[in-house]
Antibody
Framework: EVQLVESGGGLVQPGGSLRLSCAAS????????MHWVRQAPGKGLVWVSR????????NYADSVKGRFTISRDNAKNTLYLQMNSLRAEDTAVYYCARGRSTYMDVWGRGTTVTVSS | QSALTQPASVSGSPGQSITISCTGT?????????VSWYQQHPGKAPKLMIY???HRPSGVSNRFSGSKSGNTASLTISGLQAEDEADYYC??????????FGGGTKLTVL
């Protein structure tokens, strides 16, 4: 069964850091682009970042550029999102998703990040 | 990158057809055939319904179809069913090598 399981969310103070992980199973992880998408409470989906199957290329939304870093370990079938200088507006459910460069065909259940003092 | 524009809500009766629009610019929707659509039920993860404007993933009902004209893409759901009630989001690849979503449309089946 194809599965993505996010972890690492939690409560963090403004200005703090958090590292999200996404464990992949049931497919050849190293063959797919991977994305992070977030959804603030009661709001819509917002694309955050993507990474090429071999990690050679990454892209970010303007709202997180310079603060977030996407990475992957194909040997461990795991995707990461390092989030620094967190702000209240980063509060959201963070989904990892498998896909191609332009769309996401398998989604995890998400992990919740709350930025508050 | 500004979000794509979708109507906040649409509704239809069982058996009817509805269309959800998704308007962008020549830098995203109009510039590439890389529009996708996602269905999200409350409290659930999104599900891919359409990719590359009009392609359906395996397992998605053929009642769902996609198209594009200029800077506007559309998702049509025919033969509406109660289980189609959900939020729908479009997305597009952009000329900044990023992806942008629409604001979402709440579909109500009357």
């Amino acid at each position: 069964e194809v599965q993505l399981v996010e972890s690492g969310g939690g409560l963090v103070q403004p200005g703090g850091s958090l590292r999200l992980s996404c464990a992949a199973s049931g497919f050849t992880f190293s063959s797919y682009w991977m994305h992070w998408v977030r959804q603030a409470p009661g709001k819509g989906l917002v694309w955050v970042s993507r990474i090429h199957s071999d990690g050679s290329s990454t892209n970010y939304a303007d709202s997180v550029k310079g603060r977030f870093t996407i990475s992957r370990d194909n040997a461990k079938n795991t995707l990461y999102l390092q989030m620094n200088s967190l702000r209240a507006e980063d509060t959201a459910v963070y989904y990892c998703a498998r896909g191609r460069s332009t769309y996401m065909d398998v989604w995890g259940r998400g992990t919740t990040v709350t930025v508050s003092s | 990158q500004s979000a794509l524009t979708q109507p906040a809500s649409v509704s239809g009766s069982p058996g009817q057809s509805i269309t959800i629009s998704c308007t962008g610019t020549s830098s995203d929707v109009g510039g590439y055939n890389y529009v996708s659509w996602y269905q999200q039920h409350p409290g659930k993860a999104p599900k891919l319904m359409i990719y590359d404007v009009s392609h359906r993933p395996s397992g998605v009902s053929n009642r769902f179809s996609g198209s594009k004209s200029g800077n506007t893409a559309s998702l049509t759901i025919s033969g509406l069913q109660a289980e189609d009630e959900a939020d729908y989001y479009c997305s597009s690849y952009t000329n900044n090598s990023t992806v942008v979503f629409g604001g979402g449309t709440k579909l109500t089946v009357l």
